[in-house]
């Protein structure tokens, strides 16, 4: 079910509020040129100058809105963020959160228009929205996967580190997790089940009888990962496999996951690793790999200063202090596609690469 997020009033700017065009960017659908007062940028807005709250000498589009898709698990930070963007930058924020896979599709199916798309595995990006809906992406942030439960759910009072996966195991315990067709937290959650079965360094935490026991518990109630916690809080689940970013934001008890199986660690070795898995869904074959979450701005995008504008804003200092106090591992510096027309702004905070660790971008 989608989070949308609109709100219909201009916000008033105080003091001149604005941001700069994007120097020296072309094609892609995401680019703008410097110009002066009045005059109209390549992407078709008329700009005008001005400073923001932070000091930054600038000038401003004159769209005043703009509309972002975004995964289920960055809504925390992307919610926060929203009201202190638009004090800054003077423009109402519409956000819609859904899994990453809806989300994505919204775009590349569906024929909307989003100034940002954010999602929890880059690779949507990397191989759905490039190069026909955008020509260059962002890697922002990182997270693990975790289980969470109530002090009241079946093995609550002896479940840890070393032993949940016996506790799941067991006759008549419910263990949820989103829709992995539509949820990369839900094909992830079958992937950390699936890994905890294979071998790392010659050790395995389970055996094929635990995980199939396991697996049998397991059901998808809700489409996105933000529907669990209240249907763990209610009784309806016992346990669900989710983000430790959202887990760590509840208020309830969870258990950090070993890095052989919470898809956490960007190193060659556990990518190998976490490859082992694979889940099959209607939405296509999606094999394991260590979290990675990814931004751009689409090129179907109608206010692409904007969109810039805040993935310039989640890349800095601002954004990260956001997504760390929401329970995501910024990514420090963040990291664009070398290929691709790079906002100006958004690449000079930056580090342009063809790979993160283990990842190809």
Not at 269 to 283: G, I, N, R
Not at 320 to 335: D, E, M, Q, S, Y
Request: net charge neutral.
């Amino acid at each position: 079910m989608a989070e949308q997020r609109t709100r219909r009033r201009f916000l008033q700017a105080t003091g001149a509020l604005g941001v700069a065009g994007l120097a020296g960017c072309t094609g892609g659908g995401s680019t703008d040129q410097n110009t002066t007062t009045g005059e109209t940028t390549a992407a078709g807005e008329t700009t005008g100058t001005g400073t923001t709250e932070s000091g930054e000498t600038t000038r401003t589009p004159t769209s005043d809105s703009m509309t972002i898709f975004h995964a289920g698990s960055l809504a925390p930070p992307f919610s926060a963020a929203e009201p202190k963007f638009e004090k800054e930058y003077g423009v109402t924020v519409n956000r819609e959160a859904k899994g990453s896979v809806a989300s994505t599709k919204k775009i590349t199916t569906q024929g909307r228009s989003a100034d940002v798309l954010g999602v929890s595995d880059f690779r949507l990006i990397r191989d759905r929205v490039i190069p026909e809906y955008g020509s260059w992406y962002a890697i922002f942030a990182t997270n693990a996967m975790s289980l969470q439960y109530r002090e009241d759910s079946p093995g609550a009072d002896e479940i840890g580190p070393d032993n949940w996966w016996e506790v799941l195991s067991r006759d008549g315990v419910t263990v949820g997790h989103a829709d992995p067709a539509i949820d990369p937290g839900g094909y992830r959650a079958v992937m950390t089940i699936q890994l905890g079965k294979e071998k790392l360094d010659g050790e395995q935490l389970y055996d094929q009888q635990t995980f199939q026991a396991i697996r049998d518990n397991m059901t998808v109630p809700t489409g996105t990962e933000t529907k669990l916690e209240g249907q763990l809080k209610s009784g309806k689940l016992d346990y669900a496999l989710y983000y430790r970013s959202i887990a760590s934001q509840s208020g309830m008890p969870y258990v950090d996951l070993q890095p052989h199986v919470d898809l956490s660690k960007l190193t060659q070795k556990y990518a190998k690793h976490y490859a082992k898995a694979t889940v099959e869904t209607q939405a296509g074959t999606f094999t394991g790999a260590p979290i990675a979450y990814g931004i751009t701005v689409p090129s179907v995008a109608e206010a692409p200063v904007r969109g810039a504008q805040w993935v310039k804003y989640m890349i800095t200092e601002p954004g990260r202090k956001i997504l760390k106090n929401k329970g995501l591992i910024p990514k420090t510096p963040a990291v664009v596609t070398k290929d691709g027309d790079v906002p100006e702004r958004v690449a000079k905070h930056a580090e342009a690469k063809t790979s993160v660790g283990p990842l190809q971008l």
